[in-house]
């Protein structure tokens, strides 16, 4: 297993941004970057130093593994005036020039949870650089049984039956009470379009490229069954494309240990797996 | 401004050093921080003192202890007597970068428990920000908010009952000198008669009455009501404006 070292990178303007790199000590020619991005309003090193972990896994496997602060969390400032997606075009832009120049030209896998997520199929979709993507929680649309899983789940389970009175109760509550605590996060999130979403599936097939996607109980609203993510995208063979894990006894931050060990052996297996395809050129697809 | 690089031992810490960038009033600060699911809910506000700080003319380094957020190592390779090492570490540093004599430890809940335990010759003021008073009961809450995340799932009916009882559900796994150490650990009411230990309190229920000086600030952190604030960040201005006066008083 190769020995691994952290580089901090300031870039952007003025040089305020910051991301740390982690990679071999001994560089592969041609070794992929896999760049992070920051969940929500967490740091880089975050949710509870799975990104932190996630890295350095990765990076025992060759990889360059980046975690970054976007404008506005952690450690970057905010840049004033700019929408959420010019902010994080910017951001990326300058990354990018920062990595080349420090790394080389080389592929880029984006790795994102929740707005995270967004955020690298956002890039994804105008960058011609990535060749794969692991998304936590990405919003997809819902499939033509989604709505049936979603009925037949609830009247068949036990416990939801068995917890009817608190639930019609705080559902009465909820509705005559304007609570501003009750955010849903969904509604904060800058989503990519579906557009983008299909333009980001397939460049990935059309490519050569691989994508590792993983939904929890947050994504319960519009996922729930095991591939239902390659079903809607109507691309051929997208299976062979995209690996797809429904975790659905796993919360949105992967707050219990074992289940952050659970998602970092899993990601590390599929980069393992994956990184001679993407260190080749891009093939012709199936 | 900021200066991110790894010290200690084998470069094994990882800090942000912010320079002065207006004036600068020859004032050195490091900022213990605090731990698990306070990290996350006070990084950013860390990030905007120092910077506020910073432009006051202090020169301020932030840092992770070992096995904690980016500096390398994992908890269950960690102590309370290698993070009290890894605080006299960073004073060195920072004393090393600034030429300045000495410095001012700001800690936060547990980093100011730790603060409190160092006896490092070049410190000359304590801030401390809703220090953990006993690291007994601060295990035991933590062990029951995740029970309470257990049950919340469990209720959800997103988790086999089965399965969440045989395995350990915790937000961080502590190793058992890690566990041993930190109950040991209460805050150092040794330090407390000290001029220069200077108390924010937002609980208002500090039950170490010998500290000298006490500034309550009426502000909900939510440190432990884990149904409350789970998922929260909090940039609690009072409180921040409060520290940053301290700290900036000569």
Redesign the interface.
């Given at each position: 297993m190769p020995k691994i070292k952290?580089e901090?990178l300031?870039f952007g303007e003025?040089d305020?941004a910051?991301a740390?790199a982690t990679f071999p000590t001994v560089l592969p020619k041609s070794c992929p970057i896999l760049v992070i991005f920051n969940a929500g309003?967490?740091?880089?090193?975050?949710?509870?130093?799975m990104n932190?972990l996630a890295a350095r896994a990765c990076a025992k496997k060759g990889y360059i593994a980046v975690r970054i602060d976007l404008s506005g969390?952690?450690?970057t400032?905010t840049r004033e005036g700019l929408s959420n997606r010019e902010s994080v075009n910017k951001d990326w832009a300058a990354l990018e020039k920062s990595l080349y120049s420090r790394f080389g030209k080389r592929t880029f896998i984006l790795m994102g949870l929740c707005s995270g997520a967004d955020n690298a199929i956002k890039i994804a979709a105008q960058s011609n650089g990535v060749r794969g993507l692991i998304l936590l929680d990405p919003k997809i649309p819902q499939d033509t049984g989604y709505m049936y899983r979603h009925w037949h789940q609830k009247v068949t389970?036990p416990?939801?039956w068995l917890?009817i009175s608190s639930t019609l109760s705080n559902r009465v509550r909820a509705l005559f009470s304007k609570n501003k605590d009750d955010i849903n996060v969904n509604e904060l999130r800058d989503l990519p379009t579906e557009e983008e979403l299909n333009i980001v599936c397939k460049k990935m097939a059309e490519n050569n490229g691989r994508v590792l996607s993983f939904f929890t109980?947050f994504a319960l609203p519009y996922y729930n069954k095991k591939g239902q993510f390659v079903s809607v995208t109507n691309i051929p063979n997208f299976e062979h494309f995209c690996d797809e894990y429904w975790w659905?006894?796993i919360?949105h931050?992967y707050?219990?240990?074992?289940h952050r060990e659970q998602l970092i052996n899993t990601i590390e297996c599929w980069c393992e797996q994956h990184l001679q395809v993407f260190q080749q050129e891009k093939l012709n697809p199936l | 401004m900021l200066e991110p690089f790894h010290f200690g031992q084998k470069e094994q810490l990882f800090g942000i050093y912010h320079p002065p960038s207006q004036g600068d009033i020859a004032k050195a600060v490091v900022i213990c921080p605090p731990l698990f699911d306070d990290y996350r809910r006070t990084y950013r506000a860390c990030a905007e003192m120092a910077k506020a700080l910073s432009s006051k003319g202090l020169h301020v380094l932030r840092f992770d202890y070992f096995g904690t957020g980016d500096s390398w190592g994992e908890l269950h390779e960690s102590n309370t007597d290698v993070w009290i090492k890894n605080i006299h570490l960073a004073i060195d540093e920072l004393v090393a970068l600034t030429g300045l004599p000495d410095v001012t430890l700001l800690g936060i809940r547990f980093g100011a428990t730790l603060a409190s335990h160092c006896s490092h010759p070049g410190i000359s003021q304590l801030i401390l920000w809703d220090p953990i008073e006993s690291g007994e009961n601060y295990l035991s809450i933590l062990s029951h908010n995740d029970k309470l995340k257990r049950l919340a799932n469990e209720k959800e009916g997103y988790v086999c009952k089965t399965e969440a009882k045989n395995m350990d559900y915790s937000n961080f796994i502590l190793g058992q000198e890690l566990k041993h150490s930190m109950q040991s650990l209460s805050f150092n009411t040794e330090n407390c008669s000290n001029d220069h230990l200077r108390l924010i309190s937002t609980t208002n229920n500090f039950m170490t009455e010998s500290v000298a000086k006490i500034t309550n600030v009426s502000f909900p952190c939510s440190w432990d009501d884990f149904g409350r604030y789970y998922g929260e960040l909090l940039m609690p201005k009072p409180v921040l404006i409060q520290i940053i006066d301290a700290l900036c008083q000569k």
């Open positions: 952290e901090a300031k003025h305020q910051l740390i309003l967490l740091s880089k090193s975050e949710p509870f130093r932190v969390k952690g450690d400032p389970s416990q939801k917890n109980s659905p006894h919360d931050v707050s219990v240990q074992a | -």
